[in-house]
C-alpha cells in the first residue's frame, strides 16, 4: 500500500471518499410543515390543499413534493 503525502495526487471522487477538500458552506433546509412560513413570500402560512400538498394562502406557492392516495 502506498501513502500519498500530496493531495494533489489524488482524484477529486478519492477527495471526496476520504473527506478531503470539502465544501465549508452546507447549507441545510428544514422539511416544509403545515403551519411553517412560507418559503416563497415569508407570511403565508403553509396548509394542505385537495391534493395533499402544502400551499400557501397568501402567495399560492405550492410544494409539489407532497401528496398521496386517498
Keep these: 500500500m502506498t501513502v500519498m503525502s500530496d493531495n494533489k495526487d ?7 471518499l476520504l473527506g478531503i ?3 465549508i458552506n452546507k447549507i441545510t433546509v ?3 410543515r403545515r403551519g ?8 403565508g402560512e403553509l396548509d394542505y ?5 402544502l400551499e ?3 402567495c399560492g406557492f405550492v410544494d409539489s413534493d407532497g401528496g398521496g392516495c386517498t
Design 30 to 32: 428544514a422539511p416544509l
Design 56 to 58: 400557501c394562502s397568501t
Design 10 to 16: 489524488l482524484s477529486s471522487l478519492e477527495k471526496l
Design 21 to 23: 477538500d470539502q465544501p
Design 49 to 53: 390543499n385537495g391534493l395533499l400538498q
Design 36 to 43: 411553517g412560513n412560507c418559503p416563497l413570500c415569508g407570511e
